[in-house]
């Protein structure tokens, strides 16, 4: 059973900045795949930023204003958020894939409002 447990997110103003971050009880670095979802009141869940084999993959919507990155032990994933909007405001997951399974972690919210 692999832990997922994100943090980072908040309050924050139209055009400001956060960083989330996903801790795992297990290396990234023996994870499928490592991902950042987003789910707003609603709607459906969406990928928002990912690392595969040859390099990083971000939405459309977020691309240029967000960046996912795993820090050098392969233990923390983050996904920097600049240039915040209002439609950005959701719960944000982590999620990763070991073994063949999908792990999740709770969420952590965003809200972007003035």
Request: hydrophobic content about 35%; proline content about 4%.
């Amino acid at each position: 059973q692999v832990q997922l447990v994100e943090s980072g997110g908040g309050l924050v103003q139209p055009g400001g900045s956060l960083r989330l971050s996903c801790v795992a009880s297990e290396s990234f670095s023996s994870s499928d795949f490592l991902r950042w979802y987003r789910q707003a009141p609603g709607k459906q869940r969406e990928l928002v930023a990912a690392i595969a084999v040859d390099g990083p993959i971000d939405a459309d919507s977020v691309k240029g204003r967000f960046t996912i990155s795993v820090d050098n032990a392969w233990n923390t994933m983050y996904l920097q958020m600049n240039s915040l909007k209002p439609e950005d405001t959701a719960v944000y997951y982590c999620n990763g894939d070991w073994r063949g399974r999908a792990y999740w972690g709770q969420g952590t919210q965003v809200t972007v409002s003035s």
